[in-house]
């Protein structure tokens, strides 16, 4: 990226640097994974000082953190139609589609294989807490809403929702039909336990 193109980006310094940063270091995550990936590099790319990453970010770890999540937000919006079933197979759809595109596919796998050092270990639980911060507000509305029961675990709901498409893409590395998050979302709200849910399967005792 040129100084140009950085001086072009909209929203004033501060946003045009952090653009440029957050893909440099997307970049550098699809190219080398997480545990090569060097702050200078993700600098050199970004055309920005290091000193400004750290002051910034004061972590590799964070700055990571901080891109990653950008990514999801922009790519995975949690979806809010008034119904738990539309919400979730919008969601499911939408990590689908973006977990068979090369940059999903590369950072999912490079999440998978990440190491268990205290960093390593810090920045996966950080980024997957506030994940489902986030997506887990479709199922505390369908809550309220009385469409789940009372004391239903939403972080629960949303790890059901989406293991399957993970395990698809990292372990069996299996195609994600069209079909699969509707299937994925009919089933587990089958056996959820709500009102209005098919009932796929189930067989009458």
Known sequence: ????????????????????????????LQEQGLADLKVS????????????IFRRWGTRENLIIDALLADAAEQLPVPDTGSLRDDLIGYATSLAKYLTSPAGNALDRTLASAGDDPATRRLRDEYWNTRYSHSGQMAARAIQRGELPDGTDPRFVLQMLVAPLHFRIVLTREPLDPELPARIVDTLLSGLGT???????RQSS
Do not use: H, I, K, Y
């Not at 590099?41 to 400004?52: K, L, S």
């Not at 009102?195 to 399967?201: E, H, I, V």
């Open 1 to 28: 990226m040129s100084d140009t193109e950085v001086r072009r980006r909209p929203g004033g310094r501060a946003a045009r640097v952090r653009a440029a940063v957050f893909e440099a270091t997307s970049q550098l």
């Open 195 to 201: 009102a209005d849910s098919p009932q796929p399967g």
């Open 41 to 52: 590099e993700v600098a050199r790319r970004a055309q920005v000082n290091e000193t400004t």
